[in-house]
């Protein structure tokens, strides 16, 4: 379903969203009736606005290098930004890279100044709605804390993968640092899907965890058929340039008998 843009940027949401939005609401619905669906659902909105600002801080950092962005997708696991193309300059995908997390530790910095300390929590009347404006504020607060700090683990293609991607291009092939971006990522994505299915009971993070092993061992097959026709590309051209430059000599005719 597509919402709206920003700067050119489609923002869409995968069908499967409205399905976490109506469990979530739900669930309040369970707990407190009519107040727990607003409470949870104005929760839910929110984070995932602090997740369209994320994307938007590698949208913007990316267009900034010339870089298109078809979209931004919200699907229950989280957002995705899609980019014409990912740059090949290990400090642009660096900086585009960090972009996204800077977003959310900003965010929690604002947060963390503008809102009271636990003391003054405490100083709130129980009853009072202030006193729920200002705790919803510091659960959004940790929610930007965890969502920066997770963002940054090292499981390609999130954007602590990517951030490896980069240094290793710095000191290999492209093509080589992928792979191992993308080996770590797959081995780091597995134990986590595997803890969070059968250790913690969290099978959303766990389906987080996989999408994030199937859409790493992708992306890293893409780069190498990218780079497998680009080699077979060089390699015709120069074909064609030998043979302009050097062109065969045609040899006279025999003489007929």
């Not at 980019?83 to 997390?101: K, M, V, Y």
Request: proline share 6%; aromatic share 12%.
């Amino acid at each position: 379903m597509n919402l709206f843009r920003v700067r050119g940027i489609l923002l869409a949401v995968h069908f499967s969203f409205f399905l976490l939005l109506a469990v979530n609401a739900f669930d309040g619905w369970a707990d407190s009736g009519w107040p727990g669906v607003w409470w949870n659902t104005a929760a839910l909105l929110a984070f995932f606005a602090c997740v369209v600002l994320h994307e938007l801080g590698h949208s913007f950092t990316a267009m900034h290098y010339g870089i298109g962005v078809r979209r931004i997708l919200l699907m229950p696991i989280g957002g995705m930004a899609e980019f014409e193309s990912i740059p090949r300059q290990p400090r642009r995908e660096l900086l585009i890279t960090l972009a996204g997390p800077t977003v959310n530790f900003v965010i929690a910095g604002v947060l963390w100044l503008l809102l009271p300390g636990s003391a003054g929590l405490d100083a709130l009347d129980p009853e009072s709605s202030a006193l729920s404006f200002f705790a919803f504020g510091h659960v959004l607060m940790r929610w930007n804390l965890v969502m920066g700090c997770f963002n940054l683990l090292p499981a390609f293609p999130m954007d602590g993968g990517r951030i490896l991607r980069a240094l290793l291009a710095t000191r290999m092939e492209y093509l080589r640092a992928t792979f191992w971006a993308a080996t770590i990522g797959k081995v780091l994505s597995g134990i986590g899907a595997v803890a969070a299915f059968t250790y913690f009971d969290e099978p959303l993070l766990g389906a987080l965890f996989t999408f994030i092993f199937i859409v790493g061992e992708m992306e890293y097959r893409a780069v190498r058929r990218r780079e497998m026709e680009e080699e077979h590309l060089k390699s015709v051209l120069a074909r064609l340039y030998d043979v302009r430059s050097n062109p065969v000599e045609e040899s006279p005719p025999l003489p007929q008998p």
